[in-house]
Each structure stands twice: as structure tokens, then as C-alpha cells.
């Protein structure tokens, strides 16, 4: 039998990885050039969504100011000559009623007019593109968090797919790739225009301005193609690099950062590692230092030979003084217009490879996805949940986390789950709400396979508190409203699951109440206790409503009143909802309806407290075991 997904529940799922882990080769397939320019494409393609009207304003302005330039050299041209031709003729001091100073008047009036609307052409233009730069990197940042939403949990607990993240994440913020493609085709522009006055003046000037950019092309071609090989290479170094510098520096980790003595072993790893990216980065750099300089020497030999013809063939009486300049001029700024170009190029092929990354990353899929016709999820639960020969194994694990798990969930149950650690309590909670799919079994919800319910409405029923539940560095207010985060501008029900946790109690103490930003990590912020911080957690419960509460080792740093105090509200106040309780302390599973007891990722036992201590099994033992610590 197939689930509405369209796999088989009692079948294992294939692991099939999800992302791209081959290295890149040194030698690029036809392949990945296309896959370069397809990378380029999509850009483009990202850039204009993100605004249409700032792309072509861009590009236009580019345009223009490609074509300036040539402009501005041709009217000094023209100056030259009308100056030469005035003193070849011998003639005496021009009057202001002359004619031929108002054409040299007008001429330098027209580079003059050239030459202020280079600058402020260039300056829009790069004004424009900055902010349109701005908009990509804001919009492809959202992008990327919006798209890592919707994928597993598993893809996150994987160490190449946090690789791969990380190398999109850098993406989003790398303007450089965008700047680069537009100056590209401004670059081409400008070429175009300076190699067509060398065509039809000196057409040879072109074969010497080959050999002065072509190689450098090809080097810069190569040293990017490196470039990119290495940093793929170092991607889980670089992020151990990143791992160990905040740890070093950040507040969660300084108390035992300070009592171990651990500030010398983090220095030393991160020098080691970051020595390791010194002296690759180094080799390179050296490499490719020595390689431009030889390029560069080849280049400036083409230049000062074609400088030698022009000379040569102005003395020849084959240009005049004006196409002297011109000439020199033009090639010289075809010479760095044409080098630009290339190595853009190149540069543009090396940055599409880190392209490629970010554009790989949003072709990642989840493989926990609602159906095509979706079932509603009850509201309330009528039957409850039934868990059938579940078995469940962590992708790469060798061993099963739950395995031949049965046992039902009864609709308005308090259920607690009891167990030694391993034995499969948070895995169980995790199939619950639909975080994993089960690779063998299934889990029906009232009568139902839990794959055949919209996922988004499944896990909007269900508020779950994890042991390592997050404290967010926000005001009080919003760390009880990310349980509903819709209801954030709902003080009264942010202030009742405040109080139904005992967070009111702590939160009344702050200089900024519910408004007193919470964490130490920006201006203003108190810490809180372990303790106070548990109390906050658990309101978020109380905050969501949902059909199914689940707290998983909520109450760990509380006190023994305190969390009696929690369970016995909790219980109260959970009254016809359905509840699963994890905890490893006796005396506050013993208030729940009714007892799991796993072991081994199975149902070992079951039944309220005093059924299992009258079975004498593993229940009573851990119970007398943890009672003998307080006589």
C-alpha cells in the first residue's frame, strides 16, 4: 500500500543525497560552461525581477558612458588638427570675430562638455548600479531564507549541505558578480567604439592590441578557474575557521571558555587553520603576481610598438598631428578597454562558478512535502494518534533510532515518555510533527497516514518545546510570540501564556517589562537564568494553542517546586487538549494519564505510575534509583 505521498510506508526510503558533493575538476567540461552560462543566465534573469526599471536605467547609462570616451578623444583630435592647421598657414593672431576661432571655440567647448558629462555619467551610472546592487543582495538574501525554510530538517544536520548553504550565503552578499557583468557591457561598448577609429586610420594597431591582452586573458582565465577550486576545496575548513573565532569571542561559550583555560587551544586551532589558508592563498597569489607581471610586460611592448608606428607614420606624412593623438590615444584605452573586457570575463567565469553554488542551492527540493490533495487536520483530534511498527533511521546512521515502534496516542491523552537517553524519545517527537517521515510503518492521525495531512495546517496544530529550545536575543514579548507569531500584536494572549508558564513572574521584574529586549548580545539586553529562560520557553506553548502540546525536557533547569508547580498547570490548563511530556524526572511524569517506557527505540512498557511499579521492570528500577538520591 502507498501513502498519499507516493511512497511505500513500509518500505525504506532511498538516501539519495540531495545536493551536488563531486569536487570540480581542473579541466572544465563543455558541460560546465554550460552550466557557467546558465548560472549567468539566471542572474540576469534575478536582476531584472528585482527591478526592471533600475536594470535598463543601468544599462543605459552604461551605454552612454561607453561611448563618451571616444568621444572626448575624437573632439581633442579635431582641436589638435584645427590648432596645426592655423599654424601651417602662418596666420596672424586670431580676432574674436574670426571664424575659424569660433570653430576652435566651439570645439573646445564641445570637450569641455564631453569631458563634465564623462564624470557625472559615470558617477549616476555607478550610483545607480550601487543601489540596484543593494536591491539584488537584499532580494537574493530573501530569497535564500525563504527557500531554506522549506526544506528538512535532515539537510540542515548534514555537514555538505551547511557547505553548500555557506557558499550560497556568500553569494547573497557579493555584489561584486553583479558590478562585473555590467561593467562588462559598458566594456564591450567602449571597445567596439575605440577599435572602429583604429580600423579605419590603422587597421594593424588591432593585430598588436591581441598580443597585448589575449594572454593575459588566458591567465586570468586560469588563476580564476584555481581560485575557485581552492576556496570549494576549504569550504568545511573555513567554516570550522568561522566556528572557532566566534566561539572564542561569544558570550554563550565564555564561562567555560575562562574556568578550562580554553582561550589558547581555540587561538591555536584557528592560527593553524587560518596559516593552512595563508599559504594557499599565498602560493597562489605569488604564482599569479609572477604570471601578470609577464603579461604585463608583453602588453606594454605591444603598446610602445604600436606608439612607434603611429610616430613612424605621422613623421611620414601618413597622419596628421591630430590622428597622432587619436591614435595613441585610442589604443591606448582600447589596449585597457580590451584587457578590462577579457579579464571581466575571465573574472565574470570564475565569480559564475560561485554562481553556481547559489543557484544549486535553490534547486534543492524537500522530500517532506504535502500532497496534492491534502486531507484537513482535525479540529479537535477526535481518535488521537497511532503509531504502527514505526521505524525511523537518521540518514548516514548505521543503527535505528525507533524500530518496530507501536503504541497509540489517545485524543485529550497526557502522555509521558520515559526512557534512558537514546532510547528514541525526541526521534518519536520529531516523526510526530512531521520534522521526519518514517523509513518503515506509518503513523495514522485519527484513522489517517500523517502524510496524507497538509503539512503547513499539521504543524500549525502542534506546538512543540525542545530541550535545546532557542533563546532568542528579542524583546520578552517576542520570545513568547514566536509560538504564534501571527498573534505578536496580541499583548493580552502573550501576557496569559506568560502567566500560565510563571514567565509573567520573571518578566515582571524587568526594568522594560514586556518590552525589555532579552540576551546579551545587543545594547540593553538582560540575561536571564537557565531557569528564567525555561519559564519564557514553555509560555510559547501556552502561546500557540495548538491541538497537540509536546514538552520535551522543559523543565531541566528548573527547581523541584518550580517544575511541579509547571506540570501541574500544565495539566490543568491542557484539558482536552493532547499532551506528550518527556522528562527524566519521576515525580512529574507520574502526574500524566498514562506512561511510555522506551528502550532500544521500542515500547518496552506502558501504564500509569503505580502499574509500573507494581510490574517491577525498568520503570521501577530508574524510579528507585533516582528516589534513593533524595533519601
Same mark, same amino acid.
Given at each position: 500500500?502507498?501513502?498519499?505521498?507516493?511512497?511505500?510506508?513500509?518500505?525504506?526510503?532511498?538516501?539519495?543525497?540531495?545536493?551536488?558533493?563531486?569536487?570540480?575538476?581542473?579541466?572544465?567540461?563543455?558541460?560546465?560552461?554550460?552550466?557557467?552560462?546558465?548560472?549567468?543566465?539566471?542572474?540576469?534573469?534575478?536582476?531584472?525581477?528585482?527591478?526592471?526599471?533600475?536594470?535598463?536605467?543601468?544599462?543605459?547609462?552604461?551605454?552612454?558612458?561607453?561611448?563618451?570616451?571616444?568621444?572626448?578623444?575624437?573632439?581633442?583630435?579635431?582641436?589638435?588638427?584645427?590648432?596645426?592647421?592655423?599654424?601651417?598657414?602662418?596666420?596672424?593672431?586670431?580676432?574674436?570675430?574670426?571664424?575659424?576661432?569660433?570653430?576652435?571655440?566651439?570645439?573646445?567647448?564641445?570637450?569641455?562638455?564631453?569631458?563634465?558629462?564623462?564624470?557625472?555619467?559615470?558617477?549616476?551610472?555607478?550610483?545607480?548600479?550601487?543601489?540596484?546592487?543593494?536591491?539584488?543582495?537584499?532580494?537574493?538574501?530573501?530569497?535564500?531564507?525563504?527557500?531554506?525554510?522549506?526544506?528538512?530538517?535532515?539537510?540542515?544536520?548534514?555537514?555538505?549541505?551547511?557547505?553548500?548553504?555557506?557558499?550560497?550565503? !556568500?553569494?547573497?552578499?557579493?555584489?561584486?558578480?553583479?558590478?562585473?557583468?555590467?561593467?562588462?557591457?559598458?566594456?564591450?561598448?567602449?571597445?567596439?567604439?575605440?577599435?572602429?577609429?583604429?580600423?579605419?586610420?590603422?587597421?594593424?594597431?588591432?593585430?598588436?592590441?591581441?598580443?597585448?591582452?589575449?594572454?593575459?586573458?588566458?591567465?586570468?582565465?586560469?588563476?580564476?578557474?584555481?581560485?575557485?577550486?581552492?576556496?570549494?576545496?576549504?569550504?568545511?575548513?573555513?567554516?570550522?575557521?568561522?566556528?572557532?573565532?566566534?566561539?572564542?569571542?561569544? !558570550?554563550?561559550?565564555?564561562?567555560?571558555?575562562?574556568?578550562?583555560?580554553?582561550?589558547?587551544?581555540?587561538?591555536?586551532?584557528?592560527?593553524?587553520?587560518?596559516?593552512?589558508?595563508?599559504?594557499?592563498?599565498?602560493?597562489?597569489? !605569488?604564482?599569479?603576481?609572477?604570471?601578470?607581471?609577464?603579461?604585463?610586460?608583453?602588453?606594454?611592448?605591444?603598446?610602445?610598438?604600436?606608439?612607434?608606428?603611429?610616430?613612424?607614420?605621422?613623421?611620414?606624412?601618413?597622419?596628421?598631428?591630430?590622428?597622432?593623438?587619436?591614435?595613441?590615444?585610442?589604443?591606448?584605452?582600447?589596449?585597457?578597454?580590451?584587457?578590462?573586457?577579457?579579464?571581466?570575463?575571465?573574472?565574470?567565469?570564475?565569480?559564475?562558478?560561485?554562481?553556481?553554488?547559489?543557484?544549486?542551492?535553490?534547486?534543492?527540493?524537500?522530500?517532506?512535502?504535502?500532497?496534492?490533495?491534502?486531507?484537513?487536520?482535525?479540529?479537535?483530534?477526535?481518535?488521537?494518534?497511532?503509531?504502527?511498527?514505526?521505524?525511523?533511521?537518521?540518514?548516514?546512521?548505521?543503527?535505528?533510532?525507533?524500530?518496530?515502534?507501536?503504541?497509540?496516542?489517545?485524543?485529550?491523552?497526557?502522555?509521558?515518555?520515559?526512557?534512558?537517553?537514546?532510547?528514541?524519545?525526541?526521534?518519536?517527537?520529531?516523526?510526530?510533527?512531521?520534522?521526519?517521515?518514517?523509513?518503515?510503518?506509518?503513523?495514522?492521525?485519527?484513522?489517517?497516514?500523517?502524510?496524507?495531512?497538509?503539512?503547513?495546517?499539521?504543524?500549525?496544530?502542534?506546538?512543540?518545546?525542545?530541550?535545546?529550545?532557542?533563546?532568542?536575543?528579542?524583546?520578552?514579548?517576542?520570545?513568547?510570540?514566536?509560538?504564534?507569531?501571527?498573534?505578536?500584536?496580541?499583548?493580552?494572549?502573550?501576557?496569559?501564556?506568560?502567566?500560565?508558564?510563571?514567565?509573567?513572574?520573571?518578566?515582571?521584574?524587568?526594568?522594560?517589562?514586556?518590552?525589555?529586549?532579552?540576551?546579551?548580545?545587543?545594547?540593553?539586553?538582560?540575561?536571564?537564568?537557565?531557569?528564567?529562560?525555561?519559564?519564557?520557553?514553555?509560555?510559547?506553548?501556552?502561546?500557540?494553542?495548538?491541538?497537540?502540546?509536546?514538552?520535551?525536557?522543559?523543565?531541566?533547569?528548573?527547581?523541584?517546586?518550580?517544575?511541579?508547580?509547571?506540570?501541574?498547570?500544565?495539566?490543568?490548563?491542557?484539558?482536552?487538549?493532547?499532551?506528550?511530556?518527556?522528562?527524566?524526572?519521576?515525580?512529574?511524569?507520574?502526574?500524566?494519564?498514562?506512561?511510555?517506557?522506551?528502550?532500544?527505540?521500542? !515500547?518496552?512498557?506502558?501504564?500509569?505510575?503505580?502499574?509500573?511499579?507494581?510490574?517491577?521492570?525498568?520503570?521501577?528500577?530508574?524510579?528507585?534509583?533516582?528516589?534513593?538520591?533524595?533519601?
Amino acid at each position: 500500500m502507498k501513502s498519499a505521498s507516493g511512497k511505500n510506508p513500509n518500505a525504506p526510503q532511498p538516501k539519495a543525497p540531495c545536493h551536488n558533493t563531486s569536487s570540480p575538476p581542473g579541466v572544465r567540461s563543455t558541460k560546465k560552461r554550460l552550466g557557467t552560462l546558465h548560472a549567468i543566465a539566471l542572474f540576469i534573469a534575478m536582476v531584472w525581477r528585482t527591478s526592471p526599471y533600475l536594470t535598463m536605467s543601468t544599462l543605459l547609462l552604461r551605454l552612454v558612458d561607453a561611448l563618451l570616451p571616444v568621444s572626448k578623444l575624437y573632439v581633442g583630435k579635431l582641436i589638435i588638427d584645427e590648432v596645426s592647421h592655423q599654424i601651417q598657414l602662418g596666420a596672424p593672431a586670431l580676432s574674436f570675430h574670426d571664424e575659424q576661432l569660433h570653430q576652435l571655440l566651439l570645439l573646445i567647448a564641445a570637450g569641455f562638455g564631453l569631458a563634465v558629462f564623462t564624470d557625472l555619467f559615470s558617477r549616476v551610472s555607478s550610483l545607480v548600479e550601487d543601489v540596484l546592487a543593494e536591491r539584488v543582495t537584499i532580494a537574493s538574501s530573501v530569497r535564500l531564507m525563504e527557500h531554506a525554510a522549506t526544506l528538512d530538517l535532515k539537510d540542515f544536520e548534514d555537514a555538505e549541505f551547511q557547505d553548500q548553504l555557506e557558499r550560497a550565503r !556568500v553569494q547573497t552578499s557579493n555584489s561584486m558578480t553583479l558590478l562585473s557583468l555590467f561593467y562588462q557591457a559598458a566594456g564591450m561598448i567602449k571597445a567596439i567604439s575605440f577599435a572602429a577609429g583604429l580600423l579605419i586610420i590603422a587597421p594593424w594597431l588591432v593585430v598588436l592590441l591581441l598580443i597585448a591582452v589575449v594572454p593575459a586573458f588566458l591567465g586570468e582565465f586560469y588563476f580564476n578557474a584555481r581560485s575557485y577550486s581552492l576556496h570549494f576545496s576549504r569550504t568545511p575548513a573555513q567554516r570550522e575557521h568561522t566556528y572557532v573565532r566566534l566561539t572564542a569571542t561569544s !558570550v554563550e561559550a565564555a564561562k567555560e571558555v575562562k574556568i578550562f583555560g580554553l582561550s589558547r587551544f581555540l587561538i591555536d586551532r584557528y592560527v593553524q587553520l587560518a596559516d593552512q589558508f595563508y599559504t594557499a592563498n599565498r602560493k597562489l597569489a !605569488v604564482r599569479r603576481t609572477m604570471w601578470s607581471g609577464l603579461f604585463t610586460a608583453i602588453g606594454t611592448m605591444a603598446y610602445y610598438g604600436a606608439y612607434a608606428y603611429i610616430i613612424w607614420g605621422t613623421l611620414q606624412g601618413n597622419f596628421t598631428v591630430g590622428d597622432l593623438t587619436f591614435l595613441a590615444g585610442s589604443f591606448l584605452q582600447l589596449s585597457d578597454a580590451v584587457e578590462s573586457l577579457l579579464l571581466g570575463f575571465a573574472r565574470t567565469a570564475g565569480q559564475a562558478e560561485f554562481l553556481k553554488d547559489l543557484f544549486s542551492f535553490f534547486d534543492l527540493e524537500p522530500e517532506i512535502l504535502t500532497p496534492e490533495d491534502p486531507l484537513p487536520v482535525p479540529c479537535p483530534i477526535r481518535e488521537g494518534f497511532v503509531f504502527e511498527n514505526v521505524g525511523f533511521q537518521y540518514p548516514g546512521a548505521q543503527r535505528w533510532a525507533v524500530r518496530g515502534l507501536s503504541f497509540t496516542l489517545r485524543a485529550g491523552e497526557v502522555l509521558a515518555l520515559v526512557g534512558e537517553n537514546g532510547a528514541g524519545k525526541t526521534t518519536l517527537v520529531k516523526l510526530l510533527a512531521r520534522l521526519y517521515d518514517p523509513n518503515e510503518g506509518r503513523i495514522l492521525l485519527d484513522g489517517k497516514d500523517l502524510r496524507e495531512y497538509d503539512l503547513a495546517e499539521l504543524r500549525n496544530s502542534i506546538g512543540v518545546i525542545f530541550q535545546d529550545f532557542v533563546r532568542y536575543n528579542m524583546t520578552a514579548n517576542d520570545n513568547i510570540a514566536v509560538g504564534r507569531i501571527k498573534a505578536r500584536e496580541d499583548r493580552d494572549r502573550v501576557e496569559r501564556a506568560a502567566e500560565r508558564s510563571q514567565a509573567g513572574q520573571v518578566i515582571g521584574r524587568l526594568p522594560g517589562g514586556y518590552d525589555q529586549m532579552i540576551g546579551k548580545q545587543f545594547n540593553n539586553g538582560v540575561e536571564l537564568s537557565g531557569g528564567e529562560w525555561q519559564k519564557i520557553a514553555i509560555a510559547r506553548a501556552y502561546m500557540r494553542g495548538a491541538e497537540l502540546l509536546i514538552l520535551d525536557e522543559p523543565t531541566a533547569a528548573l527547581d523541584a517546586r518550580s517544575e511541579s508547580e509547571v506540570f501541574r498547570r500544565f495539566k490543568e490548563l491542557s484539558k482536552g487538549k493532547t499532551s506528550v511530556l518527556i522528562s527524566h524526572r519521576f515525580s512529574s511524569v507520574r502526574m500524566a494519564d498514562r506512561i511510555l517506557v522506551l528502550a532500544d527505540g521500542k !515500547v518496552e512498557a506502558q501504564g500509569t505510575h503505580e502499574e509500573l511499579l507494581a510490574e517491577s521492570g525498568r520503570y521501577a528500577e530508574l524510579f528507585e534509583l533516582q528516589a534513593a538520591g533524595y533519601r
